[in-house]
């Protein structure tokens, strides 16, 4: 029996399902993957520093215009091929997936996984760097290119929504995401290169308590050690054939 075949079976008869999605999962959509996305402009940055708040804190506009390129990415894209069959499969089997994402765009919840676990935040949200403590809350200025937007009372920053480099995750949505790993049958792992934590730690957790482990992606990852099955495809393209 071939991989595509032994993890469709796994899937079917499974109780619980946890799926843990990551870049590659929204890059058929035209999202380029994290490391892709430091093409053209942005080659000539490290990711991992602009996503921090020194980054942001030593140049704000520049942080600020990439997010801002980067949501009018996410706001075109649509969710492709891969987002529907996992919405499809939760409709299908009520109150058996999990889906936890390492992806700050909305793709996942437009399809219609609404209770998606996002470990590290929003890029259509907004907060602000420091409290405001105006009373009542002012709402910001609008932001304009290379200037964050701030708070016209007390002049505290707006920042991107997001959890950088350094930055502790949402306790809840790590908390219920490793839960959810210790507890399923099964562990799809899609479009990640396995290179962040805590995150990457989710499929050897879900591993070492005896769920069956089973990876999504073209290319090798960091955490392709914890799979039973290895399916060298898009997301895009295995997906359906798996989940449908
Ligand atoms: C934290 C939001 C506590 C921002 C992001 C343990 C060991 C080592 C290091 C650490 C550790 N614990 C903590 C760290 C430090 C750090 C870290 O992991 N560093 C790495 C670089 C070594 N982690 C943190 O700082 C985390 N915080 O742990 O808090 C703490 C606090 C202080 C000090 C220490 C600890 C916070 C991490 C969150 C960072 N924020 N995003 C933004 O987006 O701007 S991470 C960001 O990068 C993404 O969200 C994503 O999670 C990550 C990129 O990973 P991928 O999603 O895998 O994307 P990538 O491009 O790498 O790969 C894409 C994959 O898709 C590839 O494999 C490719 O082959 C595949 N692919 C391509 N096309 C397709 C495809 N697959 C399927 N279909 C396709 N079509």
Redesign the pocket.
């Known amino acids: 029996m071939d991989g595509l075949e032994t993890v469709r079976r796994r899937l079917e008869t499974a109780q619980g399902v946890c799926v843990l999605t ?4 929204s ?2 959509s035209g999202i380029p ?4 996305a430091m093409t053209g402009l942005w080659s000539r940055f490290d990711p ?1 520093e602009l ?1 921090s708040e020194d980054g942001f804190r030593a140049d704000p506009g520049r942080v600020w215009d990439w997010y801002a390129e980067r949501r009018d990415g996410v706001r075109r894209a649509e969710p492709n091929a891969g987002h529907h069959a996992l919405a499809a499969f939760a409709a299908r089997r009520p109150g058996v997936l999990t889906l936890v994402t ?3 765009d909305d793709l996942h919840q437009r399809a219609g996984n609404v209770d998606t676990i996002r470990l ?2 929003d ?1 259509l949200r907004d907060r602000w760097l420091e409290p405001c403590r105006c009373r009542p809350a002012l709402p910001p200025d609008a932001a304009t290119p290379g200037r964050p937007p701030r708070c016209p009372g007390c002049g505290v920053m707006a920042r991107p929504g ?8 949402p306790e809840g949505a790590l908390v219920a995401a490793q839960q959810a790993a210790s507890a399923c049958d099964v562990m799809l792992v ?10 990457a730690g989710l499929a050897g957790r879900a591993k070492t308590r005896g769920a069956f482990v089973a990876i ?4 090798d ?1 960091e955490i392709d050690a914890e799979a039973d099955v290895v399916l060298r495809g ?3 393209t295995v997906l359906p054939a798996l989940l449908s």
């Not at 997001?162 to 995750?169: K, R």
């Not at 999504?216 to 290319?219: G, K, Q, R, S, T």
């Open positions: 990551g870049a590659g999962m890059a058929e993957t994290f490391r892709d991992a996503a390492q992806n700050v590290h935040g890029i997001v959890v950088w480099f350094g930055e502790f995750l899609v479009g990640t290169s396995g290179a962040v934590w805590p995150a999504v992606n073209p290319h990852s898009t997301a895009a």
